[in-house]
T-cell receptor, first 111, second 114 residues
């Protein structure tokens, strides 16, 4: 069974903290994505990666960075968390042009 | 650039009625199109996909969608709604070509009345 695993379902962090969200896939997919989901705004792409050490900005990259040192792992980093980054974060992987597979999501609250 | 438009944020139907969720896309090259469903507190699950084969695509749970190039549409339908269909539905587009990103619409919440 294919799997995309996000390290946490729920996180609470303080303003100014550095936050790491981890995502691992076991399907040998070349593409990995980080989305942010907010009510009424749908899924907005933060960053995606099409190969190890390769990354491209999505639609809302400000305040975020990513790391992909190994094919199976894609990390999202909030350098200095702010309250407006409170959201649901979804990781996905795909092998072009097939569908993306999603993790269960991480609900991040920044206080 | 590619984009997806899902008009309206909420659709309500009676159990047994037709479900129609609209999706229009823009893409400068032939697209690949997807419908996903999200149940509360869960990730997204693929319902169906169009990848340049048959224009009428059948998916899971009785859903289907038709790709209409002339209308740049990929509307999702189900002949008879079931209570378990209540969820949020997302349309997504991926342009042909490697390294292209998957772009989602804003989603539509489907409610099913008994």
């Amino acid at each position: 069974d294919v799997k995309v695993t996000q390290s946490s379902r729920y996180l609470v962090k303080r303003t100014g903290e550095k936050v790491f969200l981890e995502c691992v896939q076991d399907m040998d997919h070349e593409n990995m994505f980080w989305y942010r989901q907010d009510p009424g705004l749908g899924l907005r792409l933060i960053y995606f990666s099409y190969d190890v050490k390769m990354k491209e900005k999505g639609d809302i990259p400000e305040g975020y960075s990513v790391s992909r040192e190994k094919k199976e792992r894609f990390s999202l980093i909030l350098e200095s968390a702010s309250t407006n980054q409170t959201s649901m974060y979804l990781c996905a992987s795909s092998s072009y042009p097939q569908e993306a597979f999603f993790g269960q999501g991480t609900r991040l609250t920044v206080v | 650039a590619q984009s997806v438009t899902q008009l309206g944020s909420h659709v309500s139907v009676s159990e047994g009625a037709l479900v129609l969720l609209r999706c229009n896309y823009s893409s400068s090259v032939p697209p690949y199109l997807f419908w996903y469903v999200q149940y509360p507190n869960q990730g997204l699950q693929l319902l169906l996909k169009y990848t340049s084969a048959a224009t009428l695509v059948k998916g899971i749970n009785g859903f289907e969608a038709e790709f209409k190039k002339s209308e740049t549409s990929f509307h999702l339908t189900k002949p008879s709604a079931h209570m378990s269909d209540a969820a949020e539905y997302f349309c997504a587009v991926n342009q042909a070509g490697a390294n292209s990103k998957l772009t989602f619409g804003k989603g539509i919440t489907l409610s099913v009345r008994p």
